[in-house]
């Protein structure tokens, strides 16, 4: 686990010393993913829903970042009527360049934060209704669209995505 930690900290500060200005995104976009868990006997989550902007932010001359803002809702069951763990989620993330263009885009990682509100769940203690998960996301970004992809194995999740800028150019 130390391993893995140590090489995903080396991995984003490599991508943070080099991204240049190249192919700098200077469009906001708006978008959609969808998610889908294997079910299985624990009834973890099978479903997530999730609309989001990434609007990107000069940092200074030569490197940028770009913020992550996502608004949504995961399920928990096959039969809706009889959930009570269902959640909305509010994500928030940065998502740093590769250093290199990519067919007139970049390649992003993303790393992302979410919180769970459970609303409707028993429980004896009120701040176990929110859960608190993390994710990485992979994108390629042009300034007029984004394709996403976002796996868990850990969790068996496979989260899909698609953006589009509205702004004309």
Same mark, same amino acid.
């Given at each position: *686990?130390? /391993?893995? %930690?140590?090489?995903?900290?080396? *991995?984003?500060?490599?991508? #943070?010393?080099?991204?240049?200005?190249?192919?700098? @995104?200077?469009?906001?976009?708006?978008?959609?993913?969808?998610?889908?868990?294997? %079910?299985?006997?624990?009834?973890?989550?099978?479903? !997530?829903?999730?609309?989001?902007?990434?609007? @990107?932010?000069?940092?200074?001359?030569?490197?940028?970042?770009?913020?992550?803002?996502?608004?949504?809702?995961?399920?928990?069951?096959?039969?809706?009527?009889?959930?009570?763990?269902?959640?909305?989620?509010?994500?928030?993330?940065?998502?740093? @360049?590769?250093?290199?263009?990519?067919?007139?885009?970049?390649?992003?990682?993303?790393?992302?934060?979410?919180?769970?509100?459970?609303?409707?769940?028993?429980?004896? &203690?009120?701040? &176990?209704? &929110?859960?608190?998960? #993390?994710?990485?996301?992979?994108?390629?970004?042009?300034?007029?669209?984004?394709?996403?992809?976002?796996?868990? @194995? !850990? /969790?068996?999740?496979? %989260? !899909?995505? #698609?953006?589009?800028?509205?702004?004309? /150019?």
């Amino acid at each position: *686990m130390k /391993k893995t %930690i140590l090489t995903l900290l080396v *991995m984003v500060g490599s991508l #943070m010393s080099q991204a240049q200005l190249i192919a700098t @995104p200077t469009t906001n976009i708006i978008g959609i993913e969808v998610g889908l868990n294997s %079910i299985d006997d624990t009834r973890q989550e099978v479903g !997530f829903l999730n609309s989001n902007v990434t609007i @990107p932010q000069k940092v200074t001359d030569e490197y940028y970042i770009v913020h992550y803002v996502g608004l949504g809702y995961s399920f928990s069951s096959v039969n809706l009527e009889e959930t009570n763990d269902d959640a909305y989620v509010f994500s928030y993330g940065v998502g740093i @360049p590769s250093p290199k263009d990519f067919k007139g885009g970049r390649l992003y990682l993303y790393f992302i934060n979410d919180y769970h509100y459970r609303p409707n769940i028993v429980v004896e &203690d009120p701040n &176990d209704r &929110d859960l608190h998960k #993390m994710r990485m996301r992979i994108a390629y970004r042009t300034n007029k669209f984004e394709l996403t992809v976002t796996n868990n @194995p !850990f /969790k068996n999740w496979t %989260i !899909f995505g #698609m953006g589009y800028s509205l702004t004309r /150019k």
